[in-house]
């Protein structure tokens, strides 16, 4: 039903333009205050104020949002609007890229990821990240899964390790279909399955939370429904943020929207509300296909 309504919202096109000045000017975009929900009792992730830079360039404004506790929030907004870069920011990825750095806090159930006290390694552990193109291990299926839980030091016998591995591919969709070839290379699998693999292994050190950059998007319909089937079941258990550049997808995994324009977040808002009655012009210029 979500997704007919995205369909119908942006086919419709209402007549009522913009005026493209405004939604162009960067420096009227940047000012404006978040509107709808960025915020969330008991949040499993705070960021207040955070501004991210890339040398003299600024990528992200003042952005202030939580995520809650094993909740599924959706990051969309045109290509180059900086959904990715604040993803990155959540488990400092983007220490990796030089001459990029970040002000405002960031937060893990109260505790500042960027303590400069605090070590990356088992950060990355408690927040996980699935990449847009599947990215296995030249290794076998089974030492995918094991790598994280190895260099950690999550298990000591390898009946354990045996039951972690399974378990998963379990959680992952993935075990029935790889189970008697374990010892075979990762990346002899599907497009569809390596991505799955991915999200076992990043699992499979029992992260707290997930974050996914656009995990669909090198693969095919089928591949994807089976993804966001697994994102469903997925939220039982761990917290999720993802981007993606598909509405409808946003509309059928996600419970909160977050709209990003220019660097700036825009709008956070129940994903239905995001998609039949959005708060402010610009994440309706954007859903319904004036700009983007």
């Known amino acids: 039903m979500m997704e007919a309504t995205v369909r119908e919202t942006v086919e419709q096109k209402p007549e009522r333009l913009l005026d493209r000045q405004v939604i162009d000017d960067q420096e009227a975009v940047t000012a404006a205050a978040t509107v709808g929900k960025p915020f969330v009792e008991a949040p499993k992730m705070a960021m207040r104020n955070v501004n991210v830079f890339y040398g003299e360039k600024q990528a992200i404004f003042d952005v202030s949002m939580d995520i809650g506790s094993n909740e599924v929030v959706s990051m969309i907004g045109p290509s180059g609007c900086g959904k990715s870069t604040f993803l990155r920011a959540l488990n400092r990825m983007n220490d990796t890229i030089e001459g990029c750095w970040i002000e405002g806090s960031l937060q893990l159930e109260g505790q500042d990821i960027y303590d400069p006290k605090l070590d990356v390694v088992p950060l990355r552990a408690r927040v996980g990240m699935v990449f847009q193109k599947?990215?296995?291990?030249?290794?076998?299926?089974?030492?995918?899964?094991?790598?994280?839980?190895?260099?950690?030091?999550?298990?000591?016998?390898?009946?354990?390790?045996?039951?972690?591995?399974?378990?998963?591919?379990?959680?992952?969709?993935?075990?029935?279909?790889?189970?008697?070839?374990?010892?075979?290379p990762g990346t002899g699998l599907s497009g569809g399955q390596q991505q799955r693999l991915c999200i076992a292994r990043t699992i499979a050190v029992s992260p707290e939370v997930i974050l996914m950059d656009e995990p669909c998007s090198a693969l095919d319909p089928i591949a994807t429904a089976k993804i966001e089937e697994l994102i469903a079941e997925l939220s039982e258990n761990f917290t999720i943020a993802i981007v993606t550049h598909s509405m409808q997808q946003a509309a059928r995994v996600s419970s909160r929207t977050a709209y990003f324009h220019l660097g700036k977040l825009i709008e956070v808002n129940d994903t239905e509300k995001v998609f039949t009655?959005?708060?402010?012009?610009?994440?309706?210029a954007y859903i319904t296909g004036r700009f983007g």
């Open 134 to 184: 599947p990215n296995p291990f030249p290794k076998s299926i089974y030492d995918n899964v094991a790598y994280g839980p190895r260099i950690h030091g999550l298990v000591d016998r390898r009946a354990d390790l045996d039951e972690v591995v399974e378990t998963s591919l379990q959680r992952a969709g993935l075990w029935n279909e790889v189970k008697d070839r374990l010892a075979q």
């Open 277 to 284: 009655n959005p708060e402010h012009e610009l994440t309706e």
